[in-house]
C-alpha cells in the first residue's frame, strides 16, 4: 500500500481537485492506497473540506493541528499517521503534479530508499527561485549531498527511511541530507511543477535565514550526534597543543632571563589552554549525553539504525 502525506495550511479550495487527481493516477496504477491530510493549522475552511472528504472516501485520514506548527511539523504527524510501505509526500496546493508519482515510485523499486522531485521549471516568481539556487548549491556543498531541489514537495520513500527521523523547525528542507547520513540511498527524477491557481504561498524569503541555521543543525547532527567527542575533543586537544607549545617557548624566553609579564603571546596561550580543556570537557559532556541516550535505546532499535538485512 502507498500512504500520500499531504501538508495543509489554508488550501481549502485545492483539497478536492487534488484528492481527485490522485484517486485517477493511482486507480490507472491498480494500487492500493490512502491519504494522510495535515492541516496546519489553516484559518480559512480547510479543516471542514477534509472533513467532508473524509466521510465521502474510506482511505482519507485527517490531521488537525492547533494552531500553525510549520510544515516539518506537518510531516513529521503525517509520516507517523502513514502506514503504506511505501510515502509519498506532495504539496497540497496543486502545484506538484500527481501524475509524477509512478515514475517516483518505479525508482524506488529499483532499490532507491528516497526519490526526491527536481522542479526542472520551477513556476514561482523569481524572488523565490533565486535564494533556492543559492540554499540547494550551499546545502549541498555543506553536507555533500548534490541535489538541484532538495526541498521539493514531491518525494517518495521506502518507509523505514522515515521510521526515528523527528522533523522541525526547517528540518523539512533537508530530509535528503537526513537520510543520507542514515545510509540510505538517495536519487532524483525531474517533475513537472505548475503555477499556484488557489491560496497563497506560505513562504517569505526570511525563512532561509532559519533554514541556515538548520542546516548547521543537520549537518553537525549526521557527522557527529553519535561520536560528538570526535569534534569537541578534536579542537580542543588542537587548542591546547597550540597554547601548551607557546607557554613553553614563553618559558623557555623566561629561563635565559628575558621578562614576559607584558608579551601578549603570554595572554594566548593562556587562553588557548582554558578554551581547550573547556572544549574538550564539553565533548565528555555530549559524550555523556550520548551514550545514556543510545543505553536507552533497544537492542534491536540499536541494529535497525545501522543495518537493512540480518541474516539469522
Ligand atoms: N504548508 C504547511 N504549513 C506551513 C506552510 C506551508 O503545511 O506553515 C504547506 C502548504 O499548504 C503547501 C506546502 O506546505 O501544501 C508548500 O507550501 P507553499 O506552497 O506555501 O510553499 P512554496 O510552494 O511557495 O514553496
Ligand atoms: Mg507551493
Redesign the pocket.
Known amino acids: 500500500m502507498i500512504s500520500v502525506v ?4 489554508n ?1 481549502e479550495q485545492s483539497i478536492e481537485p487534488l484528492y481527485h487527481e490522485l484517486a485517477a493516477v493511482f486507480a490507472g496504477e491498480g494500487l492500493t492506497w490512502e491519504v494522510v491530510f495535515v492541516d ?1 493549522g489553516s484559518t480559512d475552511g480547510t479543516f471542514e473540506a477534509l472533513t467532508r472528504l473524509h466521510a465521502a472516501n474510506g482511505n482519507v485520514r485527517a490531521v488537525h493541528f492547533r494552531r ?1 506548527f ?2 516539518a511539523a ?1 510531516l513529521d504527524a503525517g509520516f507517523r499517521e502513514a502506514s503504506g510501505e511505501a510515502v509519498v509526500t506532495i ?3 496543486l ?1 506538484d503534479d500527481p501524475s509524477e508519482i509512478p515514475r517516483l515510485l518505479a525508482r524506488l523499486d529499483e532499490g532507491y530508499d528516497l526519490v526526491s522531485g527536481w522542479k526542472t521549471n520551477r513556476r ?1 516568481p523569481l524572488t ?1 527561485r533565486a535564494p533556492s539556487k543559492l540554499f540547494n548549491a550551499v546545502a549541498g556543498k555543506v553536507s555533500g549531498v548534490r541535489l538541484h531541489d532538495m526541498n521539493c ?1 514531491l518525494k517518495a520513500y521506502r518507509a523505514e527511511v522515515l521510521d526515528g527521523m523527528q522533523l522541525y523547525g526547517e528540518l523539512h528542507r533537508y530530509i535528503p541530507i537526513l537520510a543520507h547520513y542514515r545510509g540510505y540511498r538517495i536519487t532524483e527524477i525531474p517533475v513537472n511543477h505548475r503555477p ?1 491557481e488557489h491560496g497563497r ?3 517569505g524569503v526570511e525563512r532561509y535565514v532559519r533554514g541556515f541555521l538548520d542546516l548547521l543543525t543537520v549537518t553537525f547532527m549526521g557527522r557527529y550526534s553519535h561520536r560528538p567527542l570526535h569534534l569537541f575533543g578534536g579542537l580542543g586537544l588542537g587548542a591546547g597543543a597550540l597554547g601548551f607549545v607557546i607557554l613553553l617557548y614563553l618559558t623557555i624566553v623566561k629561563l635565559t632571563g628575558h621578562a614576559i609579564g607584558q608579551r601578549p603571546l603570554l595572554a594566548l596561550g593562556i587562553l588557548l589552554v582554558v578554551v581547550g580543556i573547556q572544549l574538550l570537557s564539553l565533548g565528555l559532556l555530549s559524550e555523556l549525553i550520548t551514550s545514556h541516550h543510545e543505553e536507552r535505546m533497544g537492542a534491536d532499535d540499536r541494529t535497525a539504525r545501522l543495518a537493512d538485512r540480518v541474516l539469522r
Open positions: 499531504i501538508p495543509v495550511h488550501e496546519d500553525n510549520g510544515k506537518a504539496d497540497g496546493d502545484q514561482d523565490r514537495g499556484r504561498s506560505n513562504y
